[in-house]
């Protein structure tokens, strides 16, 4: 195994400054292994902790957030390190891929500069000026940037959303990364660059057989993309399985309801479903089942009882107590 | 860029003619001032007063020649002081002060900066809570208190620097000191905020998802973000250290031009008054100018 | 109110990154409210309310259970140390003057100019920058860039320029100050406004043929309140700081009246031989400085607990 999460929890610390500090469980107990070569989705509403599962794995909590369990990548252990022994990792054999474009390069610094560090920093001794500058410009050229050496100039802010996202994504691959991740890389753009970005990171993940994790919320997006696909719900993972068992065999009432609300379903009904409810507060998860209070089929021991994990076929696992769904 | 810069310069001079007029106006409106007629002057004096000011002319007339006097550097001569115009008073005591307060600029930039780094870097410890302790302290402790209670300190119990003199390196110490002592308060406490906020920045995330180490997103990362409303403060600071400067001239007894402002005021010294404040306005001025151009020069994302 | 719910969640989300913004707003509490109990829970805020209300009390009634007058002198005990028996608790100034009464008698002064100047600059700041955002366009490039104008110049050497030419008058210190601090007041009030405009319950007073006076008087103004009394909690020790400066150079406060400024002018002036002199206004004055500022850092994380 490449990746092998165990049991892994978030925990935040929140001060509201009124009443007693709280702790607010993002992610609680989460397991899953990743093989090299593989290519999975996380899918989820915001606040699943999808996104805080691999901040945690990368050493990017924030201050007040704790990363509990193990973690191991190629046999290194990642949780809790110190960043000295993470950055031989990061950027290097995990490069990751942020939402916001927009935001995620340093407005002040030119993208040839953001794109050569990563070099700089990574190779060491071996670091030429002149051959990263040729590798970045390159690999501009790779993530279908026009006119690359122009670009490699140029700031941020002279460049469109989808083009930044284009140069995180150049980026996060300088290094030949054995795992990507994308954490809502497509979010905040426009409908038709979101197209070009995930055609883009398909193109790459051919080419190169870097695996992906995509952490996302739109579940149709992940369809021609990934072999296996994560729902997670209020920081715990609901159902795995392929991208044909999730789309036509989904066991959990919640990834029911996430296919039944998806634009594609439209047409049959004719209106727009939407789960009903609202998304638990992490401050205050329900006991038992935390979707019990949304869920259509809901039972009196789900209230009270955490459904253990259920094996439908060989890759397919549910938490759910109803069965033949 | 270069018309940014001439806009910018252009800009900045009604400011400075506002400050004239309203200086030149109020000089000539003063009840019980020099130029209120009901008020016998001595003849000598009354001959030079016509001289300079022009006093038979119609008062547009009159300003019209001020302002000319003042574009030329010309105050006039000073009330008090029969020998000297303003001009020569204030040319004496600015290299006391200019050196005071870049002295100042420069100590409170340095240690501010450092210790607002290292408060925002252990954000919530006993040295963050130590620094922010100690800024507040240099914040509310006015210049007046502090500069007795360290000269009753250094020089007076333990006898380690002079209290008064010029000339010297160790005449500039304390006067040094007090004038910085705020102002290092201010830097520590902009610092720490602007760097916690840069810090949680998404492209500092970025950075260290790339693997960047600590030093490296601090020095390349952080600290343009950081350091940009520091510049900012350099405006204000300059308007607070010439305000401190006339306190610190007075207290440790500098031939500088906060002294000579403040004997002014204290003598009634109209003309004399009068240029300092003049003289102070552009300096803050071009203080402001300078900031907003490096700013623009040092932020890719301000279009000219 | 909307405001403050906003600066609520953006401080979530500050905390924990946008994943996961909880809606932890204590059920049943108006945002005032929970801001109150912040401040509460905030001993430095509550330590530094609880001094400056002693503090207050003793500059107001203190003077009354004290034998001596403001100007009195007293014969016997001329430039003497703290001394319990002959109700010199602040010890006496050379010329015999009692200082625990001229300590508080410059504590009314000095907390009076500060209250009043900051309510003078409080009350002009919002009427300007209420007007100003509110009216938008021209009229409030206008008035904005005559604000700016202001800023430039050199204030407190015009201050003292009237003081030359106006005599040394304490009211006019209070209108001095007052004119001065109200222009960062308008600039907040006008931010605020600006960003108010657009909020739907303006547009709905507007559809419903609310007028523009009673729009801002009832929509607007109470909404930018948060951060101009925070900024009005931190101008107040600005402003007494000023006034002491003025006082400290001879340019404010006159004799007999006494000021902390006053006070510690001449106490600094026979530090060696009378330390006393200038201890006793000069911590009265750090003090209540000291409890200014955090009272105003308390106020301002209780009301945009942003920064914490």
């Given at each position: 195994m490449m990746l092998t999460i165990e049991n892994l929890r978030v925990d935040f610390t929140v001060d509201s400054g009124i009443q007693r500090k709280q702790t607010l469980q993002a992610v609680r107990g989460v397991s899953l292994e990743l093989d090299q070569g593989e290519n999975v989705a996380i899918v989820g509403?915001?606040?699943?902790?999808k996104s805080q599962l691999f901040n945690a794995l990368m050493g990017?909590?924030?201050?007040n957030g704790s990363a509990h369990g193990s973690v191991s990548f190629n046999q290194q252990a990642l949780l809790n390190q110190s960043d000295k022994s993470l950055n031989k990792i990061r950027g290097k054999e995990i490069g990751m891929i942020f939402q916001d474009p927009m935001t995620a390069?340093?407005?002040?610094?030119r993208i040839g500069k953001q794109l050569t560090e990563v070099l700089e920093v990574h190779e060491g001794?071996?670091?030429?000026k002149e051959s990263a500058k040729r590798r970045a410009i390159e690999m501009l050229d790779r993530v279908k940037i026009k006119d690359p050496e122009q670009r490699f100039n140029?700031?941020?802010?002279?460049?469109?959303g989808g083009m930044r996202q284009r140069v995180v994504i150049a980026m996060a691959l300088l290094c030949k990364p054995k795992l990507i991740i994308a954490d809502e890389?497509?979010?905040?753009?426009?409908v038709t660059v979101q197209t070009e970005i995930i055609r883009l990171l398909k193109d790459i993940y051919r080419k190169e057989r870097t695996s992906i994790v995509l952490i996302t919320?739109?579940?149709?997006?992940?369809a021609g993309l990934c072999d296996r696909i994560i729902v997670m719900y209020a920081g715990k993972i609901v159902e795995t399985g392929t991208v044909d068992e999730i789309f036509y065999?989904?066991?959990?009432p919640y990834t029911q309801a996430l296919l039944a609300a998806t634009?594609?379903?439209?047409?049959?009904?004719?209106k727009m479903l939407a789960i009903d409810?609202?998304?638990?507060?992490p401050l205050n998860l329900p006991a038992g089942c935390a979707f019990s209070p949304r869920?259509?089929?809901?039972?009196?021991?789900c209230k009270t009882e955490s459904p253990p994990e259920r094996k439908i076929d060989a890759g397919h696992l549910v938490s759910c107590f109803r069965e033949n769904n | 860029m270069l018309s940014y810069f001439a806009k910018r310069i252009a800009s900045s001079i009604p400011t400075l003619f506002i400050i004239i007029t309203i200086a030149f106006f109020m000089i000539r409106l003063a009840?019980?001032?020099?130029?209120?007629?009901?008020r016998p002057v001595p003849a000598e004096i009354a001959a030079n007063l016509e001289k300079v000011y022009?006093?038979?002319?119609p008062l547009p007339v009159q300003y019209g020649y001020y302002l000319l006097n003042v574009l030329k550097g010309d105050f006039g001569p000073s009330f008090k002081y029969h020998d000297f115009t303003v001009s020569e008073l204030i040319a004496q005591g600015f290299p006391v002060s200019i050196q005071l307060g870049l002295l100042a600029i420069l100590l409170s930039l340095m240690i501010g900066v450092l210790l607002g780094v290292i408060a925002a870097l252990r954000q919530n410890s006993a040295i963050d809570y130590l620094v922010m302790g100690l800024a507040m302290t240099g914040i509310t402790i006015p210049n007046f208190v502090m500069a007795p209670i360290l000269i009753l300190l250094f020089?007076?119990?333990?006898?380690?620097?002079?209290t008064s003199g010029w000339g010297e390196l160790k005449h500039m110490v304390l006067p040094v000191i007090v004038l910085s002592l705020p102002q290092i308060a201010t830097v520590a406490r902009m610092t720490r905020a602007s760097l916690i906020e840069t810090l949680n920045m998404p492209y500092i995330r970025t950075a260290k998802a790339k693997g960047l180490p600590t030093r490296l997103i601090l020095s390349r990362h952080a600290s343009r973000a950081t350091l940009l409303p520091i510049l900012s403060w350099l405006g204000p600071a300059t308007a607070a250290i010439i305000t401190g400067s006339v306190v610190v001239e007075t207290i440790f007894g500098l031939p500088g031009i906060g002294r000579h402002f403040i004997n002014g005021a204290l003598n009634r010294d109209y003309t004399l008054v009068m240029g300092v404040v003049v003289f102070y306005g552009f300096l803050i001025i071009l203080m402001n100018l300078l900031v907003d151009l490096l700013y623009a020069w040092l932020d890719p994302r301000i279009k000219y | 109110m909307l405001g403050l719910i906003q600066g609520l969640n953006t401080k979530m989300s500050a905390l924990i990154p946008n994943e996961i913004i909880a809606d932890n707003a204590v059920v049943g509490l108006s945002p005032w409210q929970q801001a109150w109990r912040r401040l509460l829970n905030n001993k430095a805020a509550v330590v530094s309310i609880v001094l400056l209300v002693i503090i207050a009390v003793l500059c107001i009634f203190?003077?009354?259970?004290?034998?001596?007058?403001?100007?009195?002198?007293d014969w016997d005990n001329?430039?003497?140390?703290?001394?319990?028996q002959s109700h010199h608790y602040f010890g006496t100034d050379s010329n015999g003057r009692d200082l625990f009464v001229r300590t508080l008698e410059g504590g009314r002064i000095s907390l009076m100019v500060g209250l009043l100047a900051t309510a003078v600059s409080f009350i002009i700041g919002i009427i300007y920058g209420s007007i100003a955002g509110y009216a938008g366009g021209k009229t409030d490039s206008i008035m904005m860039r005559f604000v700016d104008v202001l800023y430039a110049l050199p204030f407190m050497f015009f201050v003292i320029l009237l003081t030359v030419y106006f005599g040394r008058s304490i009211w006019l210190i209070f209108i001095a100050i007052g004119a001065v601090e109200w222009l960062t007041m308008a600039r907040i009030v006008r931010g605020q406004t600006l960003s108010l405009k657009q909020r739907s319950f303006v547009e709905a007073a507007r559809v419903t043929g609310a007028s523009h006076y009673s729009i801002i008087k009832r929509h607007i103004i109470p909404n930018t309140l948060g951060p101009v009394i925070v900024y009005a909690t931190l101008t107040v020790p600005q402003v007494i700081l000023f006034e002491s400066f003025l006082s400290f150079l001879g340019l404010g406060v006159q004799e007999p009246m006494s000021s902390w400024g006053v006070l510690i002018a001449e106490g600094a002036q026979q530090m060696e031989s009378a330390p006393w002199m200038v201890l006793s206004p000069a911590i009265m004055l750090a003090v209540t400085l000291f409890c200014l500022n955090f009272i105003g850092d308390g106020l301002r994380d209780a009301l945009d607990p942003k920064d914490r």
């Open positions: 509403e915001s606040g699943s902790g990017l909590l924030p201050p390069l340093n407005p002040y610094l001794a071996n670091f030429n140029s700031y941020p802010h002279e460049l469109s890389p497509t979010t905040a753009l426009d919320h739109d579940l149709p997006l992940v065999k989904a066991q959990h634009p594609t379903n439209t047409e049959k009904s004719g409810g609202q998304p638990p507060d869920c259509a089929f809901v039972e009196e021991r | 009840p019980g001032g020099p130029f209120d007629s009901e022009h006093l038979n002319d020089g007076v119990f333990w006898g380690l620097l002079p | 203190g003077p009354l259970f004290s034998p001596w007058e403001l100007d009195s002198v001329m430039g003497t140390p703290p001394h319990l």
